[in-house]
Nanobody, 121 residues
Framework: QLSFVESGGGLVQPGESLRLSCAASGHTFNAVAVGWFRQAPGKEREGVSCTGNSDGRPYYADSVKGRFTVSKDGSTKTVYLQMDSLKFDDTAVYYC??????????????WGQGTQVTVSS
C-alpha cells in the first residue's frame, strides 16, 4: 500500500496559481494511477484529477478542466497538480491517492494529512 505526503498548498488570490506536490512511499508507485482529491468545508471528498482513466487520458473533474494539470514523476515517486486560474470554489484540503478516474482505490493507498489550499481576496 502506498502512503503520501502532500505539500505546496497556501493562501492565494483568485486567478493565481499553485503547484501541489505529493511524495509517495511504497513500491507500487510506477504500476498504478495516482491523483488528487479535495474536501471543502461541509462537503464530501471529491475526485479532482487522476493520471489513469478508462479512455486512456488523465481524468479531470468538470470544475477544473482547462485549469488544472496532473503529472507523475516515476523517478522521484512524486505526483504534481498544477493549478492555474484558481477560483474561490477551489478552496479545500487536497489529498493524494491511488485512483482510477474519479474513484480512489482505498485498498492501494492510505489518506495523508493533505495540504490546505485557500483562495481568497
Amino acid at each position: 500500500q502506498l502512503s503520501f505526503v502532500e505539500s505546496g498548498g497556501g493562501l492565494v488570490q483568485p486567478g493565481e496559481s499553485l503547484r501541489l506536490s505529493c511524495a509517495a512511499s511504497g513500491h507500487t508507485f510506477n504500476a498504478v494511477a495516482v491523483g488528487w482529491f479535495r474536501q471543502a468545508p461541509g462537503k464530501e471528498r471529491e475526485g479532482v484529477s487522476c493520471t489513469g482513466n478508462s479512455d486512456g487520458r488523465p481524468y479531470y473533474a468538470d470544475s477544473v478542466k482547462g485549469r488544472f494539470t496532473v503529472s507523475k514523476d516515476g523517478s522521484t515517486k512524486t505526483v504534481y497538480l498544477q493549478m492555474d486560474s484558481l477560483k474561490f470554489d477551489d478552496t479545500a484540503v487536497y489529498y493524494c491517492a491511488v485512483c482510477w478516474g474519479p474513484t480512489p482505490l482505498s485498498d492501494w493507498s492510505s489518506w495523508g494529512q493533505g495540504t490546505q489550499v485557500t483562495v481568497s481576496s
